[in-house]
């Protein structure tokens, strides 16, 4: 690359990576929250919670990158603009041209981190994180053992604890079992331990007391151990394999149509959608870029407002994009109707590309300024009726 562009695709890239982060932080935070149960109910600790829903990020910047592209073009072509150096391109025989390449090959690079996030990484990242919420489901320390709670888990057997440790070791523990025929068995420890060995799940106490109460009288035994095994394994619940919904699966299982699964054979048609969806998202960026171009990448003086402009690349990008979305909805289970997928950004491009070489050199193009004028004249209207409500609450 030439030095001019280098130095807009530096600009662009750290725009673009600040952009993001701040994007998809927040984006995060939001999808994070619904997942608290994971440390308030299921008993994992908070870097348990956060390495879980990070495995969501891929898939959150693969929503947010078109956006972040969005903005850091905005505001580079408008800072270009702002110190003048489009117009000392312009001045110097150079061609807008020069300037467009760098903004396609920052969004052509933009499209292929898009295209590896959606048909590789995001899916991985979201089955991945099915998995780990099947695991804390199943978790016997996570859905049994809760601090400070009596648990019953199954009639007749309740437990409770004092405190969990950071080792995972439980302190204060008492285990009332009523299961059997008999005799009412009540268990004290000072600390306990849940262990793995020979394929039994054992809760293995330390320093306590076992009382033995026959249900017939009320004569009542105690012995004490310094060690003692109760067994847990008949209490874990079964593990299942999780069913992995469209966007949790592979895309070379959704293109050749294997993992024919319950889930898969009653919904081919959105299998076939999610899959016709992810090969059109990387699309996004590319027409996002050339949106922005189309809107900013003329020279203009300083007495040239740059707001219309600015207002109708962020219009039209989002605009756009949502009728990405609608388009989706509208025809998911349409087999015949699958090229709107690609239609929508494909549109966008073109669009874009005819605005940006049959452009007058008047800035904008012709439509946008009308939409100003109109925008303007309703702006007046609307101050003008303000003005008079002042003026008539004065009095």
Request: one cysteine or more; charged letters at 20%; aromatic letters at 6%.
């Amino acid at each position: 690359m030439k030095t001019l562009e280098r130095y807009i695709v530096r600009r662009a890239g750290i725009a673009f990576v600040m952009t993001l982060a701040a994007m998809t932080g927040v984006v995060w935070a939001t999808q994070a929250l619904r997942q608290l149960d994971l440390v308030t109910s299921k008993g994992q600790t908070i870097v348990q919670f956060v390495g879980i829903t990070m495995l969501a990020m891929p898939f959150l910047v693969l929503v947010v990158a078109p956006f972040a592209l969005m903005i850091a073009l905005i505001l580079v072509l408008n800072a270009l603009s702002s110190d003048s150096e489009l117009i000392v391109i312009n001045a110097s025989g150079g061609s807008r041209f020069l300037v467009l390449r760098p903004v396609v090959l920052f969004s052509a690079a933009i499209m292929l981190l898009s295209a590896t996030l959606s048909l590789y990484v995001a899916p991985l990242g979201l089955a991945q994180l099915r998995d780990e919420i099947a695991r804390v489901r199943v978790d016997l320390v996570a859905n049994i053992v809760r601090p400070g709670r009596f648990i019953t888990v199954e009639d007749g057997l309740t437990f409770h604890i004092r405190n969990r440790r950071g080792d995972g070791s439980l302190d204060g523990l008492l285990l009332h079992d009523r299961r059997d025929p008999q005799t009412v068995f009540t268990y004290q420890a000072d600390v306990g331990r849940i262990v793995e060995a020979a394929d039994r799940t054992l809760l293995l106490m330390q320093d306590g007391t076992i009382q033995r109460r026959p249900k017939t009288d009320g004569d009542i035994s105690i012995v004490r151990f310094q060690s003692y095994a109760f067994d847990l394994s008949a209490l874990i619940p079964e593990t299942s394999t999780p069913i992995y919904k469209a966007s949790e699966r592979p895309t070379l299982a959704l293109l050749l149509g294997t993992h024919q699964d319950d889930y898969a054979r009653q919904n081919a048609d959105r299998l076939r959608a999610e899959l016709h969806d992810r090969l059109s998202q990387p699309l996004y960026p590319l027409a996002f870029g050339l949106i922005v171009f189309a809107f900013l990448g003329q020279a203009r003086t300083t007495r040239q407002g740059r707001g219309m402009a600015m207002l109708g690349a962020l219009v039209a990008c989002i605009g756009l994009r949502t009728a990405g979305f609608g388009v989706s909805t509208l025809i998911s289970g349409q087999a015949s109707l699958t090229l709107g997928y690609y239609l929508v950004p494909l549109i966008g491009i073109g669009v874009a590309l005819w605005t940006i070489l049959n452009d007058s050199g008047r800035g904008a193009p012709a439509w946008l300024a009308h939409m100003g004028d109109r925008l303007a004249e309703a702006a007046d209207r609307l101050q003008a009726r303000l003005a008079r409500r002042g003026i008539g609450g004065a009095a």
